[in-house]
């Protein structure tokens, strides 16, 4: 199955991986996918010693009161597309950006999923704004560290990202199997109540993918099969590509991804081939379409209290 997808700033991966130590970035997303014509998008994933300022009391760790069983995109979501506009990284380099690919729209995904969460965990209704904020903006830095947050210490999400790419879809390694060992404990949590921000991975390195071209995705709630259905479970998700959409979910449905030989018998042992299981998944939502994910992992969400100025912002 074709997992390319082209990506006219290609030639920015380098650069942002190469100076991450320089200006604290590196880069991931994806354009969104939907009914409506492809735009170039990129998500912002990381950028560390450099990312805009934020008030102390943004980053005070709080703990989950607040049942996500609840949780409705509609209310909870923001209300604008994960699709801002300028540079991408923490420090504009002017017009040497264009010289070396960088796109002038990118997405915060990340940020925004954790930011949602946030608001909600606080018991807050997220800022009522239909365009996305403009740097500099409180909200917008607040997106930003907290797509920042997303990627974990030391950047580490980038590279678990990375090493998925680089996988198979099937076998024993491949990421249909490994997403099956990751479900179980998501389905725990979100069982639980608690929230689950998911990374996608929607392309491979053979095919020609690249980092910023993944994406993620809030998790609220679950919903699981009868064993015997192959589309086992379904996660019910908010979406930063597409707001106010209430049926975006992600399917994870049972598939053979391997044969694994067993000896049986004794003393004449036989070998069998036993089928070993994955989770073949889609991003589906009303009105747009599906989108193939090659994998899913959890992200390392730890909630956050909102600036109490974001909390009474209002459209204009």
Sequence with gaps: MNHIMTHSSLPCLALLLGCAAACGLASCGRSEESSAPKQEQTEVTAAAAETPDIPEEAVEPRVAVRSFAEFKPSVNGFRFTNRFKGSPLPISLGGLEKSLG???????????????????????????????????????????????????????????????????????????????????????????????????????????????????????GVEQRDPSDDEAVRFKIYDPNFPGNDGAEIRAMRRTVDWVPVSIGFPNPAIALLPMPGFECVRTAPGRRNTEVRGFFEMPYEPRTPPEKLTIMRAD
């Design 102 to 220: 960088l796109p002038t729209t990118f997405g915060l995904c990340g940020g925004m999923s954790f930011a949602a969460a946030d608001f909600y965990e606080a018991a807050l209704t997220p800022p009522n704004m239909t365009d996305p904020p403009e740097q500099g903006e409180a909200l917008y830095n607040y997106l930003y560290q907290r797509q920042v947050a997303s990627l974990g210490e030391t950047l580490h999400f980038s590279q678990v990202f990375l090493e998925w790419m680089a996988l198979s879809d099937d076998g024993i390694d491949g990421t249909r199997f490994r997403t099956l060992l990751e479900t179980p404990a998501i389905i725990e949590k979100l069982g639980a109540g608690h929230p689950v921000v998911l990374g996608l991975v929607l392309n491979s390195v053979d095919g020609g993918g690249v980092l910023w071209e993944n994406h993620q995705v809030l998790a609220y």
